[in-house]
């Protein structure tokens, strides 16, 4: 932790309204949050918690929720998003070092109202709403990829040769493209664009990493929690009985449904153990988004009392389910060794949660997919595919070019 809570605590207070969270999203320092009806934003750090040993070390974890519940609250709206509130884009690997933002002024919204929080000393105010500072977008566009097509399919066909041996079950295998462009990003616009696209996925703006992600690794809501997995996908034309055909498709291939419970299976095991009550239908919906449609499968449960009377809060949730294998594989440690020593770049925060934590233990956290890492005129796009032993090299490519469309057709506007 690089600061402690003594005398910090977090006024929440009513307001008329909030202005479009996405406007901070070029604001330097600023996390931006919007999802299942809760829009937060804010601005300046009133307190960063470290997580040397990331998820994967117990303590850190245990720390950085005692943070949020060290810091006293006065909160006479009491819902979820007030009070304490920490946003964070944590590293896939849960072994790196990541950090969670407990943001000086953050403004929120929901159905049911709005109000801002300012974490300081008693009797401080809100920092004023930034302005906006207009910038040109960029024109102009060069795009590349760290592996040509040919070299990338070669990867699944050896993952697929792997797999067949009996080595892994499923790997996940993202690829990298990146865009220069000649003049900078305003992430703003980028966030719109996903939102007017995108309206249902889940939007964020971290330290320069952005996405709109379909999929929800963990919700909870005091003894409630819900995960909403996706694995299989099917591209979608915009014709309905075509779409129809294709998602029939869908939910009838053998080597999709096969790959989608490979992810439900491990949720379970690992959920479980820590519920009172664990729902999980047997048979998979469909998301259907913009370009593609998914198997996903909405999980639900009530979470099992410890023996001190306390619950899992939502970073500990986490910290218990990723990777899942919609974003590793299975077994878990050998895929994300082999993904790791073959795809060629490092993921950093690419396919790890993002979202928002309270000082209760709440908190909703998404994979970042379909995501991107902006710097200035420069941004690296990102999208996975899981295979599997009926994995096919050409197809697999296809699908990492549907997913890319997410952010290429935010990003890139010639």
Sequence with gaps: MTATVGGLVATTTRVDAVPDVLALADVPGAVV?????????????????????????????????????????????GRPGTGPVALAALPFDPAAPGSLVIPRTLWGADAEGAWVTVVGAPGDHPDPWPEPVATAAPDGFALSSPLPHDQ??????????????????????????????????????????????????????????????????????????????????????????ADDALIRGLQASTKDRAEHQLVIDLLDAALRPLCSELEVPDTPAIVA????????????????????????????????????????GTPTKEAVAHLQAVEGFERGRYAGPVGWLGASGDGDLALGIRSAVVDGARASLFAGVGVVTDSDPVAELAETQLKLQALLAALVRP
């Design 289 to 328: 988004l913009r370009n593609v449609s998914h198997l996903a499968t909405h999980v639900r449960g009530r979470l099992a009392s410890r023996a001190d009377g306390s619950l899992p809060g939502a970073l500990e949730l986490v910290a218990a389910l990723h990777p899942t294998p919609a974003v590793g």
């Design 33 to 77: 949050w919007q999802g299942a009806g809760l829009r937060l934003g804010g601005v300046g750090a009133a307190v960063r918690v470290d997580l040397p040993g990331g998820l994967a070390d117990d303590g850190d974890v245990a720390r950085a929720q005692a943070v949020l519940a060290g810091i006293r609250a006065d909160d006479p709206v």
């Design 152 to 241: 990338w399919r070669a990867l699944v066909a050896d993952a697929v040769a792997r797999i067949r041996t009996g080595a892994l079950d499923k790997v996940v295998l993202a690829r990298r493209v990146d865009v220069e462009a000649n003049r900078p990003f305003p992430l703003a616009e980028v966030l719109g664009r996903l939102a007017a696209l995108y309206p249902t996925c889940m939007l964020w703006a971290v330290d320069g990493f952005i996405g709109a992600s379909p999929e929800l690794l963990v919700a909870r809501r005091g003894d409630r929690v819900e995960s909403h997995p996706l694995a299989g996908t099917v591209a979608r034309s915009g014709d309905t009985d």
